[in-house]
């Protein structure tokens, strides 16, 4: 590792120019183009989508292709967007590369990594790590489906360590995948699969595959502060580091790693960008979905108010009972009156 990488530096993915080393990691039902616009407002270099059904694109679901697709304008201008699959069937990958290719994204990643039973039970997530054949198959077939346009997409690859505690069988698929599928990069999250986020990732597992690997290693799984990242970043040597949960309700965490701000928000801070959500679900989703869709956001952004217990609680109650986005408006104005210094 050179001495002097820093976080704020470019790096390439592929072909792919990626203006940082601050990434934001697939968030899966959560991960939809303003949540990624957010995270590139504040700084982050690339930002991944939620994880979307290789055989729903290949079929053609409009909800699938319509919303979690989209790739607004404003995200492309902010910085590269990543687009995630899943799947375990190596045509239905193809097309599906295929088809996220003509939707403009820049680059492919492919989930190995979701240890959700309903997801792993098709074969596809962290299943594949029990059949690396397939696992190089999937991966091949998206490089081969990324290049419909003639400009081949840079394909990533999100892995756990293994399936269950102790196993590293990531670790050999990873050096599988780099060498025989041509995948450009890894984003490696060094816990099993069995135990999901429960339990401290293995760093040192990571350190060694950043070393052995022929492609850029990407650190995912237990970065919920600047100071854990910053650690783990040096302590690793990988190329980039990805951000998950910690990113939830906190997009000022991105602006801290690139060097923009050193502290957290303020009241107000925190206010003025849960506005700017709600304005942007309504956007995407329309007045009546969005209202129900943004319940799953409020709590990430109450614990950041400052509130007193019994007003938080009381508000967060209001919130998830609000029947229109205009009275969660009402509601946040009414509960977080402006702070006076010196109160």
């Not at 899943?86 to 088809?99: K, L, N, V």
């Given at each position: 590792m050179s001495p002097t990488l820093a976080l704020a530096d470019p790096w390439t993915l592929g072909s792919l120019r990626v203006p940082n080393r601050v990434l934001l990691a697939p968030l899966a039902g959560i991960?939809?183009?303003?949540?990624?616009?957010?995270?590139?407002?504040?700084?982050?270099?690339?930002?991944?989508?939620e994880m979307v059904s290789s055989h729903a694109i290949h079929y053609g679901n409009e909800k699938t292709c319509k919303?979690?697709?989209?790739?607004?304008?404003?995200?492309?201008?902010?910085?590269?967007?990543?687009?995630?699959?899943?799947?375990?069937?190596?045509?239905?990958?193809?097309?599906?590369?295929?088809?996220v290719a003509r939707a403009g994204a820049d680059a492919i990643d492919i989930n190995m990594g979701c240890p959700v039973p309903k997801v792993r039970k098709t074969g596809a997530g962290a299943e594949l790590l029990a059949d690396p054949d397939r696992a190089v198959a999937v991966a091949r077939a998206a490089s081969e489906g990324g290049v419909s346009?003639?400009?081949?997409?840079?394909?990533?690859?999100?892995?756990?360590?293994?399936?269950?505690?102790?196993?590293?069988?990531?670790?050999?698929?990873?050096h599988r995948l780099v060498e025989e599928a041509g995948v450009a990069a890894i984003a490696f999250h060094p816990r099993a699969a069995a135990v999901g986020h429960k339990g401290r990732p293995d760093y040192a597992l990571v350190a060694r595959l950043a070393e052995s690997l022929p492609a850029p290693v990407i650190l995912t799984g237990g970065l919920s502060s600047a100071e854990q990242v910053r650690e783990a970043f040096d302590a690793t040597g990988v190329a980039a580091?990805?951000?998950?949960?910690?990113?939830?309700?906190?997009?000022?965490?991105?602006a801290q790693l690139v060097g923009?701000?050193?502290?957290?928000?303020?009241?107000?801070?925190?206010?003025?960008?849960?506005?700017?959500?709600?304005?942007?679900?309504?956007?995407?989703?329309?007045?009546?979905?969005?209202?129900?869709?943004?319940?799953?956001?409020?709590?990430?952004?109450?614990?950041?108010?400052?509130?007193?217990?019994?007003?938080?609680?009381?508000l967060q109650q209001a919130l998830q009972e609000a029947d229109s986005c205009a009275r969660a408006r009402q509601l946040l104005e009414r509960y977080c009156e402006p702070v006076t210094p010196g109160a």
């Open positions: 991960g939809n183009w303003f949540v990624r616009l957010q995270a590139k407002r504040y700084g982050a270099g690339m930002a991944f989508s919303e979690m697709l989209r790739i607004d304008p404003r995200e492309r201008a902010a910085g590269p967007v990543s687009i995630q699959l899943f799947g375990e069937d190596p045509a239905m990958m193809r097309s599906a590369a295929a088809h346009t003639g400009v081949p997409l840079p394909v990533s690859v999100k892995l756990r360590s293994g399936l269950h505690a102790g196993e590293t069988s990531g670790f050999a698929l990873a580091v990805m951000i998950a949960r910690g990113a939830l309700g906190n997009p000022w965490l991105f923009r701000r050193q502290g957290g928000p303020s009241r107000e801070e925190v206010l003025a960008e849960l506005r700017w959500t709600i304005e942007r679900a309504v956007e995407h989703l329309g007045e009546q979905r969005a209202t129900r869709y943004l319940r799953k956001f409020y709590p990430w952004y109450l614990a950041r108010l400052g509130l007193e217990p019994a007003t938080a609680n009381r």
